[in-house]
């Protein structure tokens, strides 16, 4: 039987690393039944919106989605499809390993940390009031009054929303799979020495929950000294779990310890469905270009293997990918020695080049 997932290909570069990674999957030997969605600035003049319902609908069905970046504009505009689309699956947390494989171009070796951030809450929450409004006004002089403070009246304010509930799913979701995966130790990254009420109540609740797992460690770190130590001496890490701002940023500081972006994947998990896409954005500089790098795809497709329980299949890939990136020939630009190699490949010359190790290795 092929597995049903919704492959959203997103828009800038993303329908072409969505299509270099559909051929590596389908050179698995696993089979798909692929429903097709288009969301992204690619729909927008079509539908008014950038997700319109039928993605939404597809992965209640299919409960699994592949999804490429999807642009969103800084500062004014829409709001972002990916947050909205984490929001209405409640796909609460977002699984970012970040792992080393010879021949990436790295200060480090040996990085293997995985980042568990919660994805629903925190300042993504998208409770944000805009400056000069009247609901804005009205909360100011609220703030005023009720904690006694002087606020300008000319500030924006975005509220850092932080609940028990969340934070213990969180926290049980990274026990549970540091369990799962032998991982030995879970690290809480927090600030709640100046945030004591919410990154407080993240502390407290992750303490909590590390006593129901004696068998995993467990510590917590504050987020600036987390990133010098992440920088300093990553191997002292293993399972990371943060709100939801300090993950986002952590997890691209552990793809930087990894050899970049091109290679950093993730999967957004919650109970009923799950949908994977690389950590990186759209970059849409390169749209249309064959030129970036698709393994983040790639990697997160093999995330999704694991996740539908192929795990021969998620390690022929990974192990495929691993081979082709410690060769450094059929690579894109970014993990060349210099982004102008002009030995650098295209996008779907790394598929056609994963695709030949699998066969290779089928031999
Ligand atoms: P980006 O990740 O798109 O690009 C930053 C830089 O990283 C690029 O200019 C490029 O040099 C490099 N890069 C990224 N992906 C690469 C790849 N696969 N291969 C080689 N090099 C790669 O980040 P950005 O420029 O900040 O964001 C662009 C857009 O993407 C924004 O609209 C942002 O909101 C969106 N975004 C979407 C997602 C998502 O869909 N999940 C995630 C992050 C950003």
New binding site residues.
């Given amino acids: 039987m092929p597995y049903d997932v919704t492959l959203i290909p997103?828009d800038?570069?993303?329908p072409e690393?969505t299509e270099a990674t559909r051929r590596v999957l389908e050179a698995t030997g696993v089979e798909f039944r692929w429903h097709m969605q288009e969301a992204?600035l690619s729909v927008l003049e079509k539908t008014g919106t950038v997700l319109p319902e039928e993605v939404i609908a597809s992965i209640r069905q299919t409960k699994v989605g592949l999804?490429?970046?999807?642009?969103?504009?800084?500062g004014k505009g829409f709001r972002?499809?990916?947050v909205a689309l984490r929001k209405s699956l409640d796909l609460y947390a977002n699984l970012r390993p970040a792992k080393s494989y010879p021949g990436l171009r790295s200060r480090y070796e040996n990085i293997d940390l995985i980042i568990v951030r919660e994805n629903t809450e925190d300042l993504y929450a998208g409770i944000e009031f805009q400056r000069g409004t009247p609901e804005l006004d009205e909360l100011i002089d609220f703030i005023n009054r009720a904690a006694k403070q002087k606020l300008n009246p000319d500030a924006a304010i975005s509220i850092k929303y932080i609940s028990v509930a969340a934070s213990r799913r969180i926290v049980k979701f990274a026990f549970d799979y540091a369990r799962e995966n032998g991982r030995r130790k879970v690290t809480a990254v927090h600030k709640a020495n100046i945030m004591k009420f919410s990154d407080g109540l993240f502390l407290s609740t992750a303490q909590e929950v590390a006593k129901e797992y004696p068998d995993i460690q467990f510590e917590d770190r504050i987020v600036d000294n987390m990133c010098m130590q992440l920088v300093q001496k990553p191997e002292l890490y293993d399972v990371l779990v943060l709100p939801n701002l300090y993950g986002d940023i952590l997890s691209d500081l552990s793809a930087g310890l990894i050899g970049?972006?091109?290679?950093a994947p993730?999967a957004n998990i919650g109970t009923d469905y799950a949908v994977f896409?690389?950590?990186?954005?759209?970059?849409?500089?390169?749209a249309g270009q064959n030129?970036?790098?698709?393994?983040?795809?790639m990697f997160s497709g093999v995330l999704m293997l694991r996740h539908l329980k192929e795990r021969d299949a998620a390690k022929r890939l990974e192990s495929a990918l691993a081979s082709v990136i410690a060769e450094g020939k059929y690579v894109?630009?970014?993990?060349k020695p210099r982004?102008d190699d002009p030995t650098a490949v295209g996008?779907s010359q790394v598929a056609d080049a994963v695709i030949a190790r699998m066969r290779e290795q089928n031999r």
Avoid: C, R
């Fill in positions: 997103g800038g570069t993303g690393i992204g999804k490429g970046p999807i642009t969103t504009p800084v972002s499809a990916n970049g972006l091109g290679v993730g896409e690389p950590v990186h954005g759209s970059a849409p500089k390169y030129k970036v790098n698709p393994m983040a795809m894109t630009y970014d993990l982004p996008t």
